[in-house]
Protein backbone atom coordinates (compact mmCIF):
# COMPACT_ATOMS: atom_id res chain seq x y z
CA UNK A 1 0.00 0.00 0.00
CA UNK A 2 1.04 3.75 -0.06
CA UNK A 3 0.80 6.57 2.69
CA UNK A 4 2.09 9.75 3.41
CA UNK A 5 2.60 11.51 6.52
CA UNK A 6 2.76 15.23 6.72
CA UNK A 7 1.71 17.94 9.51
CA UNK A 8 -1.62 18.49 9.73
CA UNK A 9 -0.95 22.44 11.10
CA UNK A 10 1.70 24.95 10.29
CA UNK A 11 1.80 28.40 12.24
CA UNK A 12 3.92 31.37 11.11
CA UNK A 13 4.55 34.52 10.74
CA UNK A 14 4.71 36.81 7.94
CA UNK A 15 8.04 37.19 6.29
CA UNK A 16 8.97 33.80 8.34
CA UNK A 17 10.73 30.92 6.51
CA UNK A 18 8.40 27.45 6.99
CA UNK A 19 9.50 23.82 6.13
CA UNK A 20 6.58 21.43 5.76
CA UNK A 21 7.86 17.55 5.92
CA UNK A 22 6.83 14.70 3.99
CA UNK A 23 7.01 11.09 4.34
CA UNK A 24 6.47 8.16 2.32
CA UNK A 25 5.84 4.67 2.10
CA UNK A 26 5.14 3.64 -1.52
CA UNK A 27 4.87 0.22 -3.40
CA UNK A 28 6.54 2.06 -6.55
CA UNK A 29 7.68 5.40 -6.58
CA UNK A 30 8.34 7.96 -9.52
CA UNK A 31 8.76 11.55 -7.86
CA UNK A 32 7.15 13.25 -5.19
CA UNK A 33 5.22 16.34 -5.86
CA UNK A 34 3.36 19.57 -3.97
CA UNK A 35 0.09 20.81 -4.39
CA UNK A 36 -1.17 24.35 -2.67
CA UNK A 37 -4.96 24.69 -1.77
CA UNK A 38 -7.12 27.14 -1.20
CA UNK A 39 -9.73 26.96 0.99
CA UNK A 40 -12.24 25.17 -1.31
CA UNK A 41 -10.49 25.80 -3.97
CA UNK A 42 -8.68 23.73 -6.50
CA UNK A 43 -5.67 22.63 -5.98
CA UNK A 44 -2.35 24.16 -7.82
CA UNK A 45 1.05 22.22 -8.94
CA UNK A 46 3.90 23.87 -6.86
CA UNK A 47 7.01 21.41 -8.00
CA UNK A 48 8.07 17.68 -8.45
CA UNK A 49 11.17 16.35 -7.26
CA UNK A 50 12.08 12.96 -9.29
CA UNK A 51 15.86 13.10 -7.85
CA UNK A 52 17.33 13.82 -4.64
CA UNK A 53 18.31 17.31 -4.01
CA UNK A 54 16.54 20.86 -3.62
CA UNK A 55 14.37 22.01 -6.90
CA UNK A 56 14.11 26.24 -6.78
CA UNK A 57 10.72 28.14 -7.94
CA UNK A 58 11.17 31.57 -6.78
CA UNK A 59 10.24 31.69 -3.00
CA UNK A 60 9.39 28.29 -3.05
CA UNK A 61 11.82 25.36 -2.93
CA UNK A 62 11.32 21.34 -3.08
CA UNK A 63 13.72 18.74 -1.51
CA UNK A 64 13.65 15.05 -1.81
CA UNK A 65 16.03 12.32 -0.30
CA UNK A 66 14.57 8.87 -1.42
CA UNK A 67 16.56 6.52 0.45
CA UNK A 68 14.84 8.24 3.33
CA UNK A 69 11.57 8.14 1.73
CA UNK A 70 11.59 11.86 2.72
CA UNK A 71 10.67 15.64 0.90
CA UNK A 72 10.01 18.93 2.45
CA UNK A 73 8.53 22.22 0.83
CA UNK A 74 10.17 24.93 2.10
CA UNK A 75 8.25 28.35 1.69
CA UNK A 76 10.10 31.74 2.22
CA UNK A 77 9.30 35.43 2.47
CA UNK A 78 5.68 34.34 3.77
CA UNK A 79 3.16 36.30 2.90
CA UNK A 80 -0.87 36.27 4.09
CA UNK A 81 -1.67 34.91 0.57
CA UNK A 82 0.37 31.98 1.34
CA UNK A 83 -2.17 30.45 4.27
CA UNK A 84 -3.60 27.48 2.42
CA UNK A 85 -3.05 23.76 2.15
CA UNK A 86 -0.34 22.12 0.91
CA UNK A 87 -0.14 18.59 -0.31
CA UNK A 88 2.58 16.25 -0.66
CA UNK A 89 1.56 13.56 -3.69
CA UNK A 90 3.41 10.51 -4.33
CA UNK A 91 3.30 10.03 -8.15
CA UNK A 92 2.74 6.28 -9.22
CA UNK A 93 2.62 5.30 -12.66
CA UNK A 94 0.97 8.64 -13.64
CA UNK A 95 -1.63 9.25 -10.59
CA UNK A 96 -1.06 10.62 -7.57
CA UNK A 97 -1.24 9.23 -4.12
CA UNK A 98 -1.78 12.73 -2.08
CA UNK A 99 -1.30 13.39 1.54
CA UNK A 100 -3.86 14.59 4.07
CA UNK A 101 -2.35 17.60 3.74
CA UNK A 102 -1.12 20.46 5.86
CA UNK A 103 -2.83 23.80 6.69
CA UNK A 104 -0.96 26.70 6.63
CA UNK A 105 -1.56 29.45 8.59
CA UNK A 106 0.31 33.09 8.23
CA UNK A 107 -0.17 35.62 11.52
CA UNK A 108 0.33 39.18 10.63
CA UNK B 1 -7.87 29.32 -14.17
CA UNK B 2 -6.72 26.01 -15.36
CA UNK B 3 -8.40 25.48 -18.37
CA UNK B 4 -9.99 22.75 -16.88
CA UNK B 5 -14.10 22.89 -16.43
CA UNK B 6 -16.48 20.89 -14.32
CA UNK B 7 -20.36 21.42 -14.20
CA UNK B 8 -22.06 21.63 -12.07
CA UNK B 9 -20.70 23.77 -9.39
CA UNK B 10 -22.78 22.74 -6.92
CA UNK B 11 -25.02 19.59 -6.58
CA UNK B 12 -27.56 18.70 -3.93
CA UNK B 13 -29.81 15.60 -4.14
CA UNK B 14 -31.07 12.63 -2.25
CA UNK B 15 -30.14 9.45 -0.57
CA UNK B 16 -30.52 6.58 -3.36
CA UNK B 17 -30.29 8.65 -6.28
CA UNK B 18 -27.93 8.75 -8.98
CA UNK B 19 -25.65 12.08 -10.31
CA UNK B 20 -23.37 12.52 -13.34
CA UNK B 21 -20.61 14.80 -13.01
CA UNK B 22 -18.83 16.60 -16.43
CA UNK B 23 -15.25 17.38 -16.94
CA UNK B 24 -13.79 18.64 -19.86
CA UNK B 25 -9.91 18.66 -20.04
CA UNK B 26 -7.34 21.73 -21.09
CA UNK B 27 -7.19 21.58 -24.89
CA UNK B 28 -4.76 18.85 -25.86
CA UNK B 29 -4.29 17.02 -22.37
CA UNK B 30 -5.20 13.73 -22.98
CA UNK B 31 -5.24 12.33 -19.33
CA UNK B 32 -8.32 12.65 -17.05
CA UNK B 33 -8.33 11.88 -13.40
CA UNK B 34 -10.69 12.01 -10.86
CA UNK B 35 -10.65 12.45 -7.22
CA UNK B 36 -12.87 12.73 -3.96
CA UNK B 37 -12.02 15.34 -1.54
CA UNK B 38 -14.00 14.86 1.65
CA UNK B 39 -14.41 17.64 4.58
CA UNK B 40 -10.86 18.06 6.38
CA UNK B 41 -9.33 15.12 4.05
CA UNK B 42 -7.02 14.79 1.48
CA UNK B 43 -6.72 14.09 -2.36
CA UNK B 44 -8.46 10.45 -2.93
CA UNK B 45 -7.65 9.25 -6.38
CA UNK B 46 -10.62 7.43 -7.85
CA UNK B 47 -9.90 6.66 -11.28
CA UNK B 48 -7.83 7.88 -14.54
CA UNK B 49 -8.71 7.66 -18.20
CA UNK B 50 -6.34 8.30 -21.25
CA UNK B 51 -7.41 9.20 -24.64
CA UNK B 52 -10.68 7.27 -23.98
CA UNK B 53 -9.08 4.12 -22.09
CA UNK B 54 -9.09 3.39 -18.29
CA UNK B 55 -5.66 3.56 -17.33
CA UNK B 56 -5.55 3.02 -13.47
CA UNK B 57 -8.28 2.83 -10.88
CA UNK B 58 -7.78 3.71 -7.15
CA UNK B 59 -10.27 3.18 -4.64
CA UNK B 60 -13.31 3.93 -6.04
CA UNK B 61 -16.55 2.58 -5.24
CA UNK B 62 -18.41 -0.01 -7.37
CA UNK B 63 -21.38 2.53 -6.99
CA UNK B 64 -19.37 4.85 -9.13
CA UNK B 65 -18.19 4.35 -12.77
CA UNK B 66 -16.22 6.62 -15.39
CA UNK B 67 -15.84 7.06 -18.74
CA UNK B 68 -13.81 9.49 -21.25
CA UNK B 69 -16.08 9.71 -24.61
CA UNK B 70 -13.97 10.55 -27.91
CA UNK B 71 -13.81 14.77 -27.24
CA UNK B 72 -12.07 13.58 -24.78
CA UNK B 73 -14.52 14.88 -21.99
CA UNK B 74 -15.49 12.84 -18.92
CA UNK B 75 -18.19 11.82 -16.83
CA UNK B 76 -18.40 10.44 -13.47
CA UNK B 77 -21.68 8.67 -12.00
CA UNK B 78 -22.31 8.01 -9.06
CA UNK B 79 -25.29 5.74 -8.10
CA UNK B 80 -27.03 4.99 -4.84
CA UNK B 81 -26.09 8.15 -3.20
CA UNK B 82 -25.15 7.96 0.46
CA UNK B 83 -24.40 10.66 2.91
CA UNK B 84 -20.90 9.63 3.30
CA UNK B 85 -20.43 10.57 -0.97
CA UNK B 86 -21.33 14.30 0.56
CA UNK B 87 -17.77 15.73 -1.03
CA UNK B 88 -15.78 17.69 -3.46
CA UNK B 89 -15.16 16.06 -6.48
CA UNK B 90 -11.93 17.50 -8.72
CA UNK B 91 -11.51 16.26 -11.93
CA UNK B 92 -7.93 17.37 -13.48
CA UNK B 93 -5.91 16.82 -16.70
CA UNK B 94 -2.46 16.18 -17.80
CA UNK B 95 -0.18 15.96 -20.94
CA UNK B 96 0.91 12.22 -20.15
CA UNK B 97 4.44 11.43 -19.56
CA UNK B 98 5.30 14.96 -20.07
CA UNK B 99 7.76 16.59 -16.87
CA UNK B 100 7.28 17.49 -14.58
CA UNK B 101 3.75 15.57 -14.50
CA UNK B 102 1.38 18.83 -13.46
CA UNK B 103 -2.14 17.61 -13.27
CA UNK B 104 -3.97 20.50 -13.90
CA UNK B 105 -7.20 20.59 -11.79
CA UNK B 106 -10.77 21.94 -12.45
CA UNK B 107 -12.96 24.10 -9.64
CA UNK B 108 -14.46 20.97 -8.29
CA UNK B 109 -18.20 20.12 -7.90
CA UNK B 110 -19.38 20.21 -4.66
CA UNK B 111 -21.82 17.03 -3.77
CA UNK B 112 -24.50 17.07 -1.10
CA UNK B 113 -26.19 14.20 -0.29
CA UNK B 114 -29.46 14.43 2.20
Known amino acids: GQSLEQPSEVTAVEGAIVQINCTYQ??????LSWYQQHDGGAPTFLSY????GLEETGRFSSFLSRSDSYGYLLLQELQMKDSASYFC?????????FGQGTTLQVKP | DSGVTQTPKHLITATGQRVTLRCSPR?????VYWYQQSLDQGLQFLIQ???????AKGNILERFSAQQFPDLHSELNLSSLELGDSALYFC?????????????FGPGTRLTVT
Open chain 2, 92 to 104: ASSVEGTYPYEQY
Open chain 1, 26 to 31: TSGFYG
Open chain 1, 49 to 52: NALD
Open chain 1, 89 to 97: AVRHTGKLI
Open chain 2, 27 to 31: SGDLS
Open chain 2, 49 to 55: YYNGEER
